[in-house]
């Protein structure tokens, strides 16, 4: 039957031999004392959590789904219990500040985590995944009153929080929002407007539930430049901490969707609510882009871990399910047997286990940026974070789901049905790809924002690092011929970088049409680097299983013979503009 | 009580496929994910649910192995044990000459209670609580699936071959724990975080004076072999007649 085991020896390997970790938190002085065994305590200890607790609930929680009732949304049975032994566990403080009542681990940590909730119950996952980004954000603007009403009962999972951008009219372009803030007599505000699809918007899971809401005050200026940000909790905290008054805040509707069933998605309506001014006027929209890049890590790490959930039962039912025949062996043998099987089994693997890898990379440059003393590191790897947020999101979402998709037809008929959850997988995947800034604005923001952000020094450095670990294969024996078609890809990436910064492709219409491909050929490119420098830290005298050693030497030659060719077809696309793109006229469509 | 002291052992984790070294001298665990026995785990458990319930004042954890055993024993400070001890050595260490550095650990630290597990899944040896129980001459019970505290007396439900027996044994005493005596908990992250601060002190083996040296041979250690494929028998008769045949009836 269908099971979840958080990879937690995978993510290990990543921390340790790969990445070294042990390393770079030395020169963090916040982390330097949290060593591989203290992290390898907590990964294990969440993984148990996971597989135990959430994932049992994953497929009733489907079935079940939330319902409005009388304007209450009732989450499916067990997920009240389950967010509160997640709670008391202390789980959601993981990487929240101390002096609010978390631990102040490492978001390479933290992110780990998350992978093993999306796996595990992704509905589940995004209750403290959007908490957490609402108390990033709280504590990066708000006022130091907000942050100690708000933060301690956030952060222990007494309340949880959501935040409320999207508008009927205003969902990539939030500069169209039309909500309205006015100020009261006391300082705080009156927010009115209606919000769609606002997850976790309502429940009842905790007491309370914290929304950040983007509306415009009075003489605000359009667009996105008179957006502000407001706090308002569901139900109003009195001033010594106790609940108070219900706010005017009400649940609309729940929408009906394709997946997540589990997680409450709502139509919420603030009907003049009171609410408190998180940052500046009209820099809401800056306040809430803050914790983006976070935000983006984790929906991307979500495409990931429903990938891995469906490849762990994909696996497990090829090794049983007998069908066919094959040349080698004698009678029905089992379907792993079979060439397209394998080849399907390590298509998905070859994704996942580099996607993590660049997860890790990704989250390690956050840690630096937020912890490392030396102000050109964090300058540095903050600017690295901003070119790599939206490849993470988007790639690993897309190839996620397509791993899910793949996961499903590993299981033929079974794949289809509810029973085995790999068809809950490829519905539960699929939202990843839009929400948070559809991936079409991802790859958008990486061509038109990121690959000139800081005049392009990002980008450039990007590269380099990939030439260094190029050079430094190129004298191994097993990564050699690794490095080889990796170098050829590089040199297709670069080509078409260069063309598109401010060659023959940098027109407006030829950056939007080539933007998915080129993200697509980005991230080829990316999960390559991740499987050389894998393949390195497999070194013979490594004190790594055999079994791993060998695993990761033939999912690494499968990704470079059989996944990064398409390298070839992408740039040619992206070379050939818009053209054919643009010449048909919106009728003729 | 004033103390429990719950000894754990460190074993290749159940999960784990193992795998014989190439010179056939025993298991190679290079690079393989270890854990604390399962046994053990329900030791700990069970001495944290004593204390919590007020019954014992301090859980004390030891573990006799290589330097990497304190991970085992940072998880059970984690669960909530106050503090911790390692016997380090790296070689073969037996039953007894574990039980006897028990002993020693036992007359230091005066525990009116030691609870361990029945056996370490790794060889199977289900010796170390007996022999203790010998060679400190206090009353054991092993196999327990249930174990309350009254007073001075222990009173242990065992799992034994026609049912269940129930032993009540007067403190100081040693307890060996069955697979239902509880569930393990799971550890909140607080605690983890909490265990790497609590005291956890390592002897060398060498310092302790008690002869550790192997008492058995091992000749070889072979993987079990591979299954033979079936074969499809006519009827009855003929099943009988190959069973015979074999010896197996
Ligand atoms: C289940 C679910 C949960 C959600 N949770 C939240 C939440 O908690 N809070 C919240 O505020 N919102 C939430 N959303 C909203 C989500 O973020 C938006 O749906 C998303 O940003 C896309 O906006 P839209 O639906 O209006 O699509 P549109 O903006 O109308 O986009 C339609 C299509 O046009 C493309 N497109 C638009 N502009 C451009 C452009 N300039 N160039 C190229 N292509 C373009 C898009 O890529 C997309 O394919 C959620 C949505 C769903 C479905
Ligand atoms: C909704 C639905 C409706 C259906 N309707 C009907 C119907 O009306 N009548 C009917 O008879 N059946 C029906 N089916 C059954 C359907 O045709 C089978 O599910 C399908 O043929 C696959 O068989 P399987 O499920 O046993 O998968 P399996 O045969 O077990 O295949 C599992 C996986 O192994 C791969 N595989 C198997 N053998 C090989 C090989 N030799 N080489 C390479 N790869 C291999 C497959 O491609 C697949 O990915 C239906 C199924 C569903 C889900």
């Not at chain 1, 993200?519 to 680097?529: D, E, I, K, P």
């Amino acid at each position: 039957m269908p099971h979840y085991k958080a990879p937690v020896e995978d993510m290990m390997f990543l921390l340790r031999d790969v990445f070294r970790v042990q390393d770079i938190f030395a020169e963090l002085p916040e982390q330097k004392e949290n060593d591989l065994e203290i992290i390898s305590s907590i990964l294990e200890e969440a993984g148990k959590f996971c597989s135990e607790i959430l994932y049992p609930l994953n497929a009733a929680g489907d079935i079940e789904g939330c319902r409005l009732e009388n304007g209450i949304v009732r989450t499916p049975k067990g997920f009240a219990e389950a967010w509160k032994a997640f709670s008391e566990a202390g789980w959601g403080g993981l990487s929240a500040p101390t002096e609010y009542g978390g631990q102040n681990l490492p978001r390479t940590v933290q992110i780990l985590v998350d992978e093993m909730l999306s796996g595990s119950n992704l509905s589940f996952g995004l209750f403290p995944g959007l908490t957490r980004g609402a108390c990033e954000a709280i504590e990066a603007h708000a006022s130091q009153a907000l942050k100690d009403t708000y933060l301690p009962n956030m952060v222990s999972g007494v309340w949880t929080g959501a935040m409320a951008l999207t508008e009927g009219n205003a969902g990539s372009d939030l500069g169209l929002l039309k909500a309205t803030a006015t100020p009261r007599a006391d300082g705080s505000w009156t927010v009115t407007g209606s919000k769609i699809f606002i997850s976790s918007g309502d429940h009842d899971m905790a007491e309370n539930v914290i929304h950040l809401v983007l509306a415009r005050i009075p003489d605000a200026p359009a667009g996105t430049k008179g957006i502000s940000l407001f706090l308002c909790p569901k139900i109003l905290v009195n001033a010594d901490g106790t609940l108070g008054a219900r706010n005017a805040i009400s649940v609309g509707a729940l929408e009906h969707k394709m997946g997540i069933h589990a997680q409450p998605t709502c139509v919420m309506n603030y009907d003049g609510c009171q609410g408190w001014m998180v940052g500046e006027p009209n820099r809401g929209l800056a306040a809430m882009f803050t914790m983006m890049n976070a935000e983006r890590l984790f929906v991307g790490v979500q495409g990931l871990g429903v990938a891995d959930a469906s490849c762990q039962t994909a696996l497990a039912y090829a090794r049983e399910r007998m069908q066919g025949r094959s040349p080698d062996r004698a009678g029905t043998v089992p379907i792993i047997a079979h060439a397209d099987v394998r080849r399907t089994l390590l298509s998905m693997q070859s994704f996942i286990e580099a996607a993590r890898a660049m997860v890790v990379y990704t989250a390690l440059e956050m840690d630096r940026e937020k912890f490392h003393p030396d102000a050109t590191i964090r300058q540095r790897a903050g600017e690295n974070v901003a070119l790599l947020t939206p490849v993470i999101k988007a790639a690993l979402t897309d190839f996620g789901f397509e791993a899910a998709v793949a996961g499903q037809q590993v299981l033929g008929g079974h794949g289809y049905i509810r029973e085995w959850g790999q068809e809950q997988y490829v519905r539960d995947a699929r939202i990843a790809m839009i929400y948070e800034g559809t991936n079409g604005i991802q790859a958008q923001d990486l061509v038109i924002r990121k690959l000139t952000l800081a005049e392009g020094l990002p980008v450039r450095s990007y590269f380099a690092q990939i030439r260094q670990t190029l050079a430094v294969a190129a004298a191994h024996s097993n990564a050699a011929p690794l490095a080889e078609p990796l170098g050829a890809a590089l040199d297709l990436l670069e080509g078409v970088t260069t063309r598109l910064i401010s060659g023959d492709l940098a027109g407006p219409d030829d950056r939007n049409a080539a933007a998915v491909d080129y993200l697509r050929l980005f991230a080829l490119v990316s999960f390559g680097w991740m499987w050389v420098r894998m393949v390195l830290a497999c070194a013979p005298g490594q004190p790594l299983p055999d079994a791993l050693v060998q695993h990761k030497r033939a999912a690494a030659t499968f990704f470079m013979q059989r996944v990064l060719p398409q390298a070839t077809a992408l740039s040619q696309q992206i070379s050939a503009g818009a053209g054919s793109i643009m010449a048909l006229p919106d009728e003729l469509f | 009580m004033k103390k429990i002291l719950v000894p754990i052992k460190m074993v290749l984790d159940a999960n784990m496929r193992p795998r014989v070294k190439a010179d056939g001298t025993g298991i190679d665990l290079s690079g393989m994910k270890l854990s604390i026995n399962p046994f053990c785990e329900i030791a700990v458990e069970e001495a944290v649910r004593l204390k919590e319930k007020g019954l014992a004042e301090q859980v004390v954890a030891i573990s006799i192995g290589p330097a990497k055993a304190q991970d085992s024993l940072r998880q059970a400070l984690a669960m909530g044990a106050d503090s911790a001890r390692l016997i380090e050595t790296d070689g073969p260490i037996e039953p007894l000459a574990v039980a006897k550095l028990i002993r020693m650990v036992v007359d230091e630290e005066k525990p009116e209670l030691v609870i361990l597990g029945k056996q370490a899944v790794d060889d199977d040896c289900n010796q170390t609580g007996q022999m203790l129980a010998a060679l400190l001459d206090w009353p054991q019970a092993t196999f327990a699936s249930a174990l309350r505290v009254e007073g001075t007396v222990v009173h242990v439900t065992r799992e034994v071959d026609g049912g269940h027996q129930t032993l009540s044994l007067p403190l100081p005493a040693v307890v060996t724990t069955d697979l239902r005596l509880n569930e393990p908990r799971h550890c909140s992250l607080p605690n983890i975080m909490k265990a790497r601060k609590k005291a956890l002190d390592v002897t060398p083996v060498a310092a302790c004076g008690v002869d550790t040296v192997p008492r058995l041979k091992v000749l070889g250690v072979k993987p079990p072999e591979p299954r033979k494929a079936g074969r499809r028998v006519a009827d009855v008769s003929e099943l009988v007649g190959d069973l015979r045949a074999a010896g197996a009836i």
